[in-house]
């Protein structure tokens, strides 16, 4: 059973350019999370879909940066005008809607703006 | 709102020695407690996971027990191997199916 999986692994981007990142829940899990993690911050709570439809995005900042999840096979988060402050890993991860399963984690993209 | 307090940033120790690596939380609802483990560059893995009371936990050597009365979920394992050198994170959750809340992890350095 294939886990997590996030696309690109790697993302270099200009300063002001537009970074969009993939990730693709495990088979059957109805909840998708998104964290970014730094050295400084360590692991910080972006925004979380169940069932595709968003319920928690107070951990996003207000501008520039924006999750979708179109469909129960992949969702996005998107950032725009990226800002060098904006490096960092993001990770995606998936749950089942029950109590008993804690989130899977992807491996991450890591974003570097240059 | 929810927090999560790891008290160590950095532990370092030599291989066969117990290791322990604090965790207290503060949340007013339910209470589920995980620790994952991040070997470098890989995705962060589930280690242990509880909700119960004074229930001990275990899972590949690594053990915890969550104490409701103190708010802790304390990590430990009575040898450490040179392949536990990994980031270690305390997370809290309301609930299995909700966003998580990280400590700022702990890094752990094994030496032979």
């Known amino acids: 059973n294939a886990g997590v999986i996030q696309t690109p692994r790697h993302k270099v981007t200009g300063k002001g350019q537009e970074a969009t990142l993939w990730c693709e829940p495990i088979?059957?899990?109805?909840?998708v999370f998104w964290y970014r993690q730094t050295i400084v911050q360590g692991l910080e709570f972006l925004t979380y879909?169940?069932?595709?439809?968003?319920?928690?995005d107070s951990g996003m900042p207000k501008e520039r940066f924006s999750a979708q999840m179109p469909n129960q096979s992949h969702s996005t988060l998107k950032i725009q005008s990226t800002q060098p402050q904006d490096s960092a890993v993001y990770l995606c991860?998936?749950?089942?809607?029950?109590?008993?399963?804690?989130?899977?984690f992807g491996e991450g993209t890591r974003l570097s703006v240059l | 709102g929810d927090s999560v307090t790891q008290t160590e940033g950095l532990v370092t120790l030599t291989e066969g020695l117990p290791v322990m690596l604090n965790c207290t939380y503060q949340?007013?609802?339910?209470?589920?407690l995980f620790w994952y483990v991040q070997h470098l560059n890989e995705a962060p893995k589930l280690l242990l996971k509880?909700?119960?009371?004074?229930k001990r936990t275990e899972h590949q050597g690594f053990h915890a027990t969550l104490h409701k009365s103190s708010s802790s979920f304390h990590l430990q394992k009575s040898s450490a191997q040179l392949s536990d050198s990994a980031l270690y994170y305390c997370?809290?959750?309301?609930?299995?199916?909700?966003?998580?809340?990280f400590g700022l992890g702990t890094r752990v350095s094994v030496f032979p």
């Open positions: 991860a998936s749950s089942r809607d029950n109590n008993n399963q804690a989130p899977l």
């Open positions: 088979s059957g899990h109805s909840a």
């Open positions: 879909f169940r069932n595709q439809a968003p319920i928690d």
């Open positions: 949340t007013a609802y339910s209470t589920f």
């Open positions: 509880s909700s119960t009371d004074n």
């Open positions: 997370a809290l959750s309301e609930g299995y199916a909700q966003g998580l809340t």
